[in-house]
């Protein structure tokens, strides 16, 4: 099952939390807010559920 980590305000940033964990071994996936369309759109940055805990010990080391 798939949390959702964060919101941010657009694409390029959802790249960057994207690209960190995905750099650690953390799949991740990134989709658009319902409203956001675009690079200039909202978009929602998901991690499984059971990589939880890695993600704390990534933004710990960050």
Known sequence: ????FRTVPNLVLAEMWKELFEG???PTRVLPDQRGAGIRGKYRVLVPQLKKHLVDEVLRKV
């Open 24 to 26: 650690e071994g953390i």
């Open 1 to 4: 099952m798939w949390i959702e």
